[in-house]
């Protein structure tokens, strides 16, 4: 398939996504975010459509296995929640934007194209914050309080389970300590791999404003603009 009619495809998949998602949502600050998301996906597949027409290419259906791939984000949504859902959306859309620079950086992408990738990756990068910045900032509390209630019920739990085995105070307290120091362990390691996590997000963040300071920085800054005086 010609990389123009892939790229239409791609577009009207997310349009596809964003809106079943927007109808699902009852929050209507993140609702209205989402119908926004929808519409810049829904114009950025019109634009490649005016290409696909333009070069007298078949336009592609939305097939099964698509269909399938809509659906799979909605059950995301479902079980998940909007927050891990939108991040699995951006990791789609930072291939996209790597995938649209490279385009725009090709010596024989010229004219009207070149401009059209110019605002198709102005807007991808701009806009895919609006849903991360409805997301509430409560990941260190939870962690907090889930790692002083997991660590007292699994102490506990070890602690009234081996008082009924041994007789001896000093063996029940032994293997509490035992317990208690590999439960430290496993939430060390699960906090650095969180914590490695975000650090992976945020260097994508950058990289992605990177690109997108290398085509237009002006273009960048008014949209960021726009964004903060809309909120």
């Known amino acids: 398939m010609d990389i123009i009619q892939r790229n239409y495809k791609d577009e009207l998949i997310a349009y596809n996504v964003y809106y079943r998602l927007s109808k699902m949502e009852e929050d209507e600050k993140k609702k209205e975010v989402l119908e926004t998301l929808s519409l810049f996906e829904k114009k950025h597949s019109e634009i490649w459509r005016k290409f696909i027409e333009v070069n007298r290419l078949n336009l592609p259906k939305i097939t099964f296995l698509d269909k ?12 998940l929640g909007l927050g891990i859902t939108t991040k699995l959306l951006e990791l789609g859309e930072e291939g996209d934007i790597e995938k649209y620079l490279k385009l725009y950086n090709n010596p024989s992408i010229n004219g009207e194209m070149k401009e059209a990738l110019k605002e198709i990756i102005t807007d991808e990068i701009a806009h895919e914050q609006m849903l991360t910045a409805e997301e509430p900032n409560v990941e260190d509390l939870r962690d907090r309080i889930y790692g002083i209630s997991d660590g007292l019920i699994e102490v506990l739990a070890a602690v009234s389970g081996l008082a009924s085995i041994f007789v001896s105070p000093l063996l029940v307290a032994i293997g509490g300590l035992i317990v208690g120091i590999s439960g430290m362990i496993s939430m060390s390691v699960g906090a650095y791999l969180s914590s490695k996590s975000e650090e992976d997000v945020s260097q994508a963040k950058r990289r992605k404003i990177e690109m997108q300071r290398k085509i237009d920085g002006e273009a960048l800054k008014g949209r ?3 964004f903060l005086e809309n909120k």
Not at 68 to 79: D, M, N, Y
Request: glycine share 6%; aromatic share 6%; net charge positive.
């Open 224 to 226: 960021l603009e726009e």
């Open 68 to 79: 399938l791939k809509i659906g799979s984000f909605v059950l995301a949504r479902k079980i």
